[in-house]
Nanobody, 114 residues
Framework: QVQLVESGGGSVQPGGSLRLSCVAS????????MGWYRQAPGKERELVAH???????NYGSSVKGRFTISRDNDKNTVYLQMNSLKPEDTAVYYC????????WGKGTLVTVSS
């Protein structure tokens, strides 16, 4: 059974930083593409960042230069380092794994507010 478990969400002031983690089990992690998506209240889910099995990355336009996605294949974990956070980054952040089938975590809430 595939499980994606996110952690690291919370409340932070504008300009602050958070690091999200997603631990995967039940998949061959090193061959899976991984991604972070987010969904704000009343909005559709959108891509935040994506990393291929080979380490290639791409980012949503609103987070380029502020967020960094990385992966540790030995720990079956993908990370999202979020810097210079803005109130508009407030959302539930979801981890996604892709290999033939797409899998989703349950999400972790990030709130950016003063």
């Amino acid at each position: 059974q595939v499980q994606l478990v996110e952690s690291g969400g919370g409340s932070v002031q504008p300009g602050g930083s958070l690091r999200l983690s997603c631990v995967a089990s039940g998949i061959v992690f090193r061959f899976s593409a991984m991604g972070w998506y987010r969904q704000a209240p009343g909005k559709e889910r959108e891509l935040v960042a994506h990393i291929t099995s080979g380490g290639g990355t791409n980012y949503g336009s609103s987070v380029k230069g502020r967020f960094t996605i990385s992966r540790d294949n030995d720990k079956n974990t993908v990370y999202l380092q979020m810097n210079s956070l803005k109130p508009e980054d407030t959302a539930v952040y979801y981890c996604q794994a892709e290999r033939v089938t797409t899998y989703w975590g349950k999400g972790t809430l990030v709130t950016v507010s003063s």
